[in-house]
């Protein structure tokens, strides 16, 4: 866990350049939307604001993820000078998991916010001013399961197809170890940043979000180890078949 930390910091350290010049543009766009989200769209209906925050963001957001993996693992003539910017099948296939592991995350915490729900409105004297930790409970399920099936991600962001039986089969024994290494520096950079006596305008979100891309790519280039190390560990587990791309596009076309 700490070894993989490390090494992520060192990786970003000594791919710093080729990382902030491949992620600049994803990484501005996704402040951009949000900044703009919280302050000039905010009175915008719930669909509106849905499609900004859900498609917009997702969307941006594979690029800039499959970018940071495809850096790490396949090196910096794996995508254009200035990261990825156009779509592929690959991208459908990344996007598509990220839809996948949310419907997992909703099958965990379904029943948690039921409860919540209920002890609301109810007098239900184990729920009732609990709620909160009732949240937090339902979260930390939730992301030691999105984390088991997390390399999925970079799997797919090298062209390798794998399916959630290789995830979980694969991180076995490791998912708190690979929890931990993976979710520390940027769950720890929200803590520190909603703590803070922050002025919330549109030009501080706007910082805070782009200085967040920075830790959150910290944490996809720890996926992205933890993806080389456990999958060199066991290859070809539960007879699935991958389909590599070993051999980088200077287009980052699969």
């Not at 006596?197 to 996809?220: E, K, Q, S, Y």
């Amino acid at each position: 866990m700490v070894a993989i930390i490390k090494e992520a910091l060192l990786v970003v350290w000594e791919k710093r350049l080729a990382l902030f010049r491949a992620l600049m543009v994803t990484g501005l766009v996704l402040a951009t939307l949000d900044a703009v989200q919280n302050h000039v769209l905010k009175n915008l209906g719930w669909v509106s604001l849905l499609f900004l925050n859900v498609v917009l963001n997702g969307l941006v957001f594979t690029l800039f993820a499959v970018t940071c993996h495809r850096i790490v693992l396949l090196g910096e003539t794996s995508v254009p000078k200035y990261g990825l910017l156009s779509w592929t099948s690959r991208e459908t296939r990344f996007l598509g998991w990220g839809v996948v592991t949310f419907l997992y995350a909703l099958l965990i915490l379904g029943p948690v916010m039921l409860v919540v729900f209920v002890g609301t409105f109810t007098d239900i004297p184990f729920v009732k001013g609990y709620e909160k930790c009732w949240a937090f409970l339902g979260a930390v399920p939730v992301i030691y399961v999105l984390v088991r099936l997390g390399l999925l991600f970079p799997a797919t962001a090298v062209g390798d197809r794998r399916n959630t039986d290789w995830a979980f089969h694969t991180t076995a024994k490791n998912g708190w170890r690979l929890m931990v290494a993976t979710s520390l520096i940027p769950v720890s950079f929200g803590v520190v940043i909603s703590a803070l006596p922050i002025d919330h305008n549109l030009l501080t979100d706007f910082l805070v979000r782009l200085v967040g891309c920075a830790f959150t790519a910290i944490g996809i280039v720890a996926l992205s180890l933890s993806f080389r190390f456990l999958s060199s560990e066991s290859p070809g587990e539960v007879g699935v078949s991958p389909t590599s791309q070993p051999t980088a596009s200077p287009t980052g076309s699969s």
